[in-house]
Structure formats: structure tokens, C-alpha cells
């Protein structure tokens, strides 16, 4: 193992990314973000320098930080702000862990304004290094003209009925087409902006590490012609399997091998946002009149003329956002999971407008909203003074001090909408789904259920995930759609606290954080 060390310079940039220019959040100018790869085992030190004019934080996504909670990079509950103009750096290991993650900040709703980008960790040992000849890592994101600060003060402000966001565009690897001639007048707008192209050689095999880095969006992914073999679910490699039409939530990341098959000629690339499966009420959908909106790239093999594609899409139609069916991700090699469980939660998923009017995302009636600005907020719990009793009444804590054995906890979506959750700290096992608002044990698969890190929670129905408790920390559970974290869906899973206290801190990790009034008797 070796040291990777990277510095992502964070400032905002005039992009267009899909002809449209905007301020973009940037890191080292560019977006999607610099992809940041590393080999299995590898330590990564990670210099993150703040030239945005305001706060941030950036988010390992999918990486477990074993003994590293406090660089889990979650604003509010993890670390204290990295300040404008100044550096934190970041330095972890990945463990055993390998595959597709990606990197976003955890500040606000900074990551829909451009803060993501992909984080791979390659296995010398792959199991299916041998079933294909190149990769290629492909982002898919909504995109939005408005920044997100305006786009949150809109989606909460006193007595607003409407819906999230819509976005303006979509885009692969960064690339997307906006119509211009909905631009408002004096925009700098460039028609026909130019897609992806993924350039392919006849007869090659493509592994396709995709990443839904979107702020609401799920995609429905296909090429033309070209199945998708799946071998790795969110860094979890499975039994291959495959498909023409691929559902992937924000968060979640498939790997798929592609076999340039075909007649050397020109395929579409296809990406759409089922409509009914953003919150959007159907008077205000903008993007593509009321039909589904659809993001386009090129799968390009070498010697076919730069020309669009004339391909049909696959016949099957995809109207749902439901996750790929759990039963076809088989792990490989197999793992069972827990048997029985030593703690559980049941999470209620709702929402409710508070007294101020202010429309508001609850996990089991109370939302999450971090005072940043104040320092008995702003803080960082881990190595706290707290005691576990103390610890849940921290807003929407949920604590388990329990050594040994595995954690359930079931998701009851009371809300109409799918929303897709993502633990931090772990991935679990996806034990069951199904209508209504109670889990049914009998419904559990307690053989070979698929591992993921982000898993879609449909409207009025239940999950339940469980996990062996092996990583003491503090780790945010939430939903991904970044307006409703934003709202207040987010829990913190407060794991084994009692082995946090007095464990050492980096001091680099407290020097940023405001001092704590609270913090008489601070012995760090
Ligand atoms: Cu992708 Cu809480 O993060
Ligand atoms: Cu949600």
C-alpha cells in the first residue's frame, strides 16, 4: 500500500456544462470533480482547499473511515467547517474496501452546484479483471441554472406548497444540452453544446463504472444495442447479471461490462429521468414538456463518422423508480447476513409543515436542521463528553452502545414519494421490502439478500437493512434527495459512543471548530 495524495483547489468557475454558463463550484476548475483513484489498501491524504467564499466539507461516499468518524466529512456532525481561504486535510484508508465511490460535499446543498466527483479503489485482485480491457468512469446528474442557496430559500420558504427543484438539464460525465431559446434574454447560452462520446474498439470489452451523483434525479441507463452486464453493485462485487435497462438512484453506483459487439457505427447513450419520479408537480415540469427527459451521450466505435447515432432504444419500457430488484444481486462470493439482531430502530419517513410555516422532512417526527453559525451546533461530537442518554436527545439521534451482533433498522415511508437512503460509516444487507407501513419479518431474505450503501425507500412502504455493529462512530443516515436533506431528513447513527470517548483526536480536527461554550472542562 502507498500513500495517494491529492488537492482539490474548491473555487467557483464560469462553466457550461450543458451550453448554459453559470458559476460553477468547482474543484481544481473543473467539472465533474478530478476523479481520485487509489489501489486497494492504499492510504489517501487528501488536501482540500477552500477558495469558494464560504464554508464546506467534502464526503467520502461509501467509504466506511474505520477509526476515522471525524473525517467523515459530514458538516454539523462529524467536523466543523473548513473556512473560506483556508486548508483541512483529509487522511484515511479505505481498509479492504474496493470499487465505485465517489466524493461530494456535505455542506448545504453545495454538491447540486458542482462539488462531486468520482473516487474508484482498484483491486489488484479483481474477480473480473480479466472480462474486460479498459474502463470508464461516467457520472449521471440533474443540473441546475439557479444556485442552490436561491433554489433552497425557495423550497423553504414560509408557506410554500410546491415541490423540489426542477432541474434544467441532465448530464453524462458533465455534459448535457440545454434548449437556449428557453434561456433568458441576456444569458450566455451556446446552442448544440457537444455530448459524452465514449469511444470503443470493436471486439473490446468496457467496464462502465456508473455514478448517479445527481441532487434528486434517478436515471434509467441504457445503450443502444449493448446490454449491461452488472458485476459490481456499490463496491460489493456480485454474480454477473444482465440488463438492458438499468434504474440507479442518487448515491448508488453499478459496474457493468459492455462488448463492443457491433457494427462499427454511432449508438445512443441514454439516461431518463422518469417524470413521475421526481417530486415535481406535473403543471411545473419544464425540462421536456410532460414527457420523461431524456440525457444523451454517444457509444462511438473508432472508425465510424463523427455523426449522431440512428439507433432505437430497447423496446422494454422502464416507468418506475424502483431500485434493481434486490433478489438479482447476488453477492460473490457469498455472504450471509446477520441471523439475528442484538439492536434495532424503526425510521418514520414523513412530512409536516413546523409553526413557522417552513415545510419540513421528518424522521420519526423531527427534522435535522444543523445551526451552523452556532458553536454549540457547529461541533464535533466525536470524543464528545456525552453520554449515550445524552446523545439522543442531539436532534434525531439514534445511539446503540451494543459490543457485539448486528443492527436493524427498518425505513417506514409514510410519504407518497421514493426516497433513496444512504448510510454512512457502513453498507447492509437489504433484508426486505414491501407495501404499507409494517415490516414483515416473514418477508426477509436471510440467506443471500443484496449489500449496498444507498437503497430507494418507494412511497407508503417499508425497508429493513442490518449490519454487523463493527465500526464505532457517528454516521449520518439519510435521504439523498439533497433538498430534502436540506429539510431535515437526516438521522445520526451514534454507534458503540462509549468507545468514542477519549479516543485521540487529531488536533488539525478541533483547530477549525469555533470554541464550545459548553466545554469547560475541554481536555483534548
Ligand atoms: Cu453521499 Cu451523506 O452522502
Ligand atoms: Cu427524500
Not at 210 to 216: T, V, Y
Request: some cysteine; aromatic content about 10%.
Amino acid at each position: 500500500p502507498i500513500t495517494r495524495e491529492y488537492t482539490l483547489v474548491l473555487a467557483r468557475t464560469p462553466l457550461a456544462p450543458d451550453g448554459f454558463q453559470r458559476f460553477v463550484w468547482t474543484a481544481n476548475g473543473q467539472y465533474p470533480g478530478p476523479t481520485i483513484r487509489a489501489n486497494k489498501g492504499d492510504r489517501f491524504i487528501i488536501h482540500v482547499q477552500n477558495n469558494l467564499g464560504e464554508f464546506a466539507t467534502i464526503h467520502w461516499h461509501g467509504l466506511f473511515q474505520k477509526t476515522t468518524t471525524f473525517y467523515d466529512g459530514v458538516a454539523g456532525l462529524t467536523q466543523c467547517l473548513i473556512q473560506d481561504g483556508t486548508t483541512f486535510t483529509y487522511n484515511f484508508t479505505a481498509g479492504d474496501q474496493y470499487g465505485t465511490y465517489w466524493w461530494h460535499s456535505h455542506y448545504s446543498a453545495q454538491y447540486a452546484d458542482g462539488l462531486r466527483g468520482p473516487l474508484i479503489i482498484h483491486d489488484p485482485n479483481d474477480p473480473y479483471l480479466n472480462d474486460y480491457d479498459e474502463e470508464f468512469v461516467m457520472t449521471l446528474s440533474d443540473w441546475h441554472h439557479t444556485e442552490s442557496e436561491q433554489l433552497i430559500k425557495l423550497r423553504m420558504s414560509p408557506g410554500y406548497t410546491g415541490f423540489n427543484p426542477i432541474p434544467d438539464a441532465g448530464l453524462i460525465s458533465g455534459r448535457g444540452r440545454y434548449d437556449c431559446s428557453k434561456a433568458p434574454p441576456g444569458s450566455n447560452c451556446t446552442q448544440d453544446n457537444p455530448l459524452a462520446v465514449y469511444s470503443v474498439e470493436k471486439g473490446k470489452r468496457y467496464r462502465f463504472r456508473i455514478i448517479n451523483s445527481s441532487a434528486e434525479a434517478p436515471y434509467t441507463f441504457s445503450i443502444d444495442q449493448h446490454p449491461l452486464r452488472i458485476i459490481e453493485v456499490e463496491g460489493e462485487n456480485i454474480k454477473p447479471i444482465s440488463m438492458n435497462k438499468l434504474n440507479i438512484a442518487v448515491g448508488q453506483r453499478y459496474s457493468v461490462i459492455v462488448t463492443a459487439d457491433k457494427d462499427v457505427s454511432n449508438f445512443w447513450i441514454r439516461a431518463t429521468i422518469v417524470k413521475q419520479c421526481i417530486h415535481v408537480s406535473p403543471q411545473t415540469i419544464n425540462i421536456n414538456s410532460a414527457l420523461n427527459y431524456q440525457v444523451t451521450g454517444i457509444l462511438r466505435y473508432v472508425g465510424a463518422p463523427d455523426e449522431y447515432p440512428n439507433t432505437q432504444e430497447w423496446d422494454e419500457k422502464i416507468l418506475n423508480c424502483r431500485d434493481v430488484d434486490h433478489n438479482l444481486l447476488k453477492l460473490n462470493p457469498p455472504r450471509p447476513p446477520p441471523q439475528t439482531v442484538t439492536d434495532n430502530f424503526t425510521l418514520v419517513i414523513t412530512f409536516a409543515p413546523t409553526q413557522d410555516g417552513v415545510g419540513h422532512a421528518m424522521i420519526n417526527g423531527s427534522p435535522f436542521i444543523p445551526e451552523l453559525d452556532d458553536p454549540t451546533t457547529n461541533k464535533l461530537m466525536y470524543g464528545g463528553d456525552e453520554t449515550p442518554d445524552q446523545l439522543d436527545k442531539d436532534q434525531n439521534a439514534f445511539v446503540y452502545d451494543t459490543e457485539n451482533g448486528a443492527v436493524e433498522i427498518s425505513l417506514v415511508n409514510e410519504n407518497i414519494a421514493p426516497h433513496p437512503f444512504h448510510l454512512h460509516g457502513h453498507n447492509f444487507f437489504v433484508m426486505g421490502h414491501g407495501d404499507g407501513n409494517t415490516p414483515d419479518p416473514s418477508q426477509f431474505n436471510l440467506v443471500d439478500p443484496a449489500v449496498r450503501d444507498t437503497v430507494t425507500v418507494l412511497g407508503n412502504s417499508w425497508t429493513t437493512l442490518r449490519y454487523y455493529i463493527d465500526n464505532p462512530g457517528i454516521w449520518a443516515f439519510h435521504c439523498h434527495i439533497e433538498w430534502h436533506v436540506e429539510m431535515g431528513m437526516l438521522g445520526q447513527v451514534v454507534e458503540r459512543p462509549s468507545e468514542l470517548k477519549g479516543d485521540p483526536i487529531p488536533p488539525q480536527i478541533k483547530s477549525i471548530c469555533p470554541p464550545d461554550p459548553d466545554d469547560n472542562n475541554n481536555n483534548q
